[in-house]
C-alpha cells in the first residue's frame, strides 16, 4: 500500500485565492482526518470523516475553510480566501476502527505558505 | 473532551543519556494512547500504542512507554538516545470509545554527538 497520499507537499499561494489540498487515503480505512500543524498550536484536528460522512467540523477555524470527500478514496480541504495566517503544514490521516489493528497513518503533508 | 500535556516542551541531551517524556491526559473513562514522531521535514509516524493489558508498552527504536491509570499518565523512555533521534514527539488520546486522536504539543528533542 502506498499509504496515505497528500498533494500537493508544497503550495505558495497570495492573499485571496483560493487554496486546495487533496488526500488519498489508505484503501479500507473508513475514517479520515485533517490536521493543521503550526508552530504556535500544535497539532489542530480540523474534521474528521466516517464511511465519507463529515462527523465532526468543530475545528474547522471558520467559514472560508470547507472540506469534501465524495468518494471513500478522495478528499478535499478548500480554503476560500486564503490569507496569511493560514500558512502551516496540513496533514491527512486515515484509519481502520479495529482494536487489533487499530493506528492512524499519516501523509506527508501539504506546506502552505500564503503571502 | 478529552487533553493531552506534554512538559518540557524543548529537551537538549547528548547521545547515550537516557530520556524520559511525560504526558499526561485528562479522561477518566477508557483510553487508548499513542507516542508519535516526527523526523525533521517528515510526517508523524507511531512510536507505540496502549489499548489495554500490560500497562509497559514497547515500540520501535528501543523506545517504551508505561501507562500509570492512577496518575493519567503515559511516559515515553528511552534509556540511551542517539543522535538519529531528534525529532519531535507527540502524545495522543483517544478516548470515549471515538475515533478522534487529540494531540499533545509535542516535545522537541535534540541529540548532541
Known amino acids: 500500500d502506498a499509504g496515505v497520499i497528500q498533494s500537493p507537499r508544497h503550495e505558495v499561494t497570495e492573499m485571496g485565492q483560493e487554496v486546495t489540498l487533496r488526500c488519498k487515503p489508505i484503501?479500507?480505512?473508513?475514517?479520515l482526518f485533517w490536521y493543521r500543524q503550526t508552530m504556535m498550536r500544535g497539532l489542530e484536528l480540523l474534521i474528521y470523516?466516517?464511511?465519507?460522512?463529515?462527523?465532526?467540523d468543530s475545528g474547522m477555524p471558520e467559514d472560508r475553510f470547507s472540506a469534501k470527500m465524495p468518494n471513500a478514496s478522495f478528499s478535499t480541504l478548500k480554503i476560500q480566501p486564503s490569507e496569511p495566517r493560514d500558512s502551516a503544514v496540513y496533514f491527512c490521516a486515515s484509519s481502520f476502527w479495529d482494536r487489533e489493528t487499530y493506528g492512524y497513518t499519516f501523509g506527508s503533508g501539504t506546506r502552505l505558505t500564503v503571502v | 473532551a478529552q487533553s493531552v500535556s506534554q512538559h518540557n516542551h524543548h529537551v537538549i541531551l547528548s547521545e547515550a543519556a537516557s530520556l524520559e517524556l511525560g504526558c499526561n491526559y485528562s479522561y477518566g473513562g477508557t483510553v487508548n494512547l499513542f507516542w508519535y514522531v516526527q523526523y525533521p521535514g517528515q510526517h508523524l509516524q507511531l512510536l507505540l500504542k496502549y489499548f489495554s493489558g500490560d500497562p509497559l508498552v514497547k515500540g520501535i527504536k528501543g523506545f517504551e512507554a508505561e501507562f500509570i491509570k492512577s496518575k493519567f499518565s503515559f511516559n515515553l523512555r528511552k534509556p540511551s538516545v542517539q543522535w538519529s533521534d531528534t525529532a519531535e514527539y507527540f502524545c495522543?488520546?483517544?478516548?470515549?470509545?471515538?475515533?478522534?486522536?487529540?494531540f499533545g504539543k509535542g516535545n522537541q528533542v535534540v541529540v548532541i554527538p
Open positions: 495522543a488520546v483517544t478516548a470515549g470509545g471515538n475515533n478522534r486522536l487529540a
Open positions: 484503501s479500507g480505512h473508513d475514517y
Open positions: 470523516f466516517n464511511n465519507n460522512v463529515p462527523i465532526d
